[in-house]
């Protein structure tokens, strides 16, 4: 299957700080990219949809300027949660799709924010 | 808009016991379902998919789903689980097209010897 990327697996950072995190398709090109937020022992939380060259959208309660999403080339999408809080550790996970009749979905490895 | 329903946060089993984990949905419009399955620390696998045609769809590693339109559900089923079986299993379901997918709360086979 198609292969998604995600960088850094884990991140510690101060409260405060900005964190990038990158998601990269490796072996397709990908128009769309989806952002997700797990917390501990709970679903998958859609934040946003990023799309090739042009504004993310993002879902119901997701703070926009909070968390900056790119997605500047057909096969890197990046997050950016800027001036982290504590409340924003959390596993985030990117998916993207393959763009075949059937359009499935392939995760990255997640990335484990820790802000102290 | 789509739900999806896992009411089993956590099924254990004994190695080489059926297993059943339960998902059932809701949603006005055709859906594709799917059954992924999460590793600790991991991000998530495709193990199955449900799009058209036969109901009932099965994976490489034994496992299988059965699609049941009129119960809203796409129950996942193993005849005999493994050990390495034990992760974090979720349901999810989109509009047919692929837009957004909708996830389950997941449930957790813990599968001991």
């Known amino acids: 299957g198609a292969v998604v990327s995600q960088h850094p697996s884990r991140v510690i950072c101060k409260s405060g700080t900005s964190v990038k995190i990158e998601c990269r398709s490796l072996?397709?090109?990908?128009?769309?990219m989806f952002w997700y937020r797990q917390f501990p022992k709970k679903s998958l939380m859609l934040m946003a949809t990023?799309?090739?060259?042009?504004?993310?959208?993002?879902e119901q309660g997701v703070e926009k300027d909070k968390f900056l999403i790119n997605h500047a080339s057909l096969t890197l999408s990046t997050l950016t949660v800027t001036s982290a809080h504590p409340e924003d550790s959390s596993f985030y996970i990117c998916?993207?799709?393959?763009?075949?009749?059937?359009?499935?979905?392939?995760f990255g490895e997640g990335s484990r924010l820790t802000v102290l | 808009a789509q739900s999806v329903t896992q009411l089993d946060s956590q099924v254990p089993v004994f190695e080489e016991a059926p297993v059943e984990l339960r998902c059932n949905y809701s949603?006005?419009?055709?859906?594709?379902l799917f059954w992924y399955v999460q590793y600790p620390n991991q991000g998530l696998q495709l193990l199955l998919k449900?799009?058209?045609?036969?109901?009932l769809v099965e994976s490489i590693n034994g496992f299988e789903a059965e699609f049941n339109k009129s119960q809203t559900s796409f129950h996942l089923r193993k005849p005999s689980v493994h050990i390495s079986d034990t992760a974090e299993y979720f349901c999810?379901?989109?509009?047919?097209?692929?837009?957004?997918?909708?996830f389950g709360t997941g449930t957790r086979l813990l599968v001991s010897p």
């Open positions: 998916s993207a799709r393959v763009p075949t009749n059937t359009g499935e979905l392939f």
């Open positions: 449900y799009l058209s045609g036969s109901t």
């Open positions: 949603s006005s419009v055709s859906v594709y």
């Open positions: 990023s799309n090739e060259g042009s504004k993310a959208t993002y």
């Open positions: 999810a379901v989109s509009q047919t097209g692929f837009q957004k997918l909708v």
């Open positions: 072996d397709f090109q990908a128009t769309t």
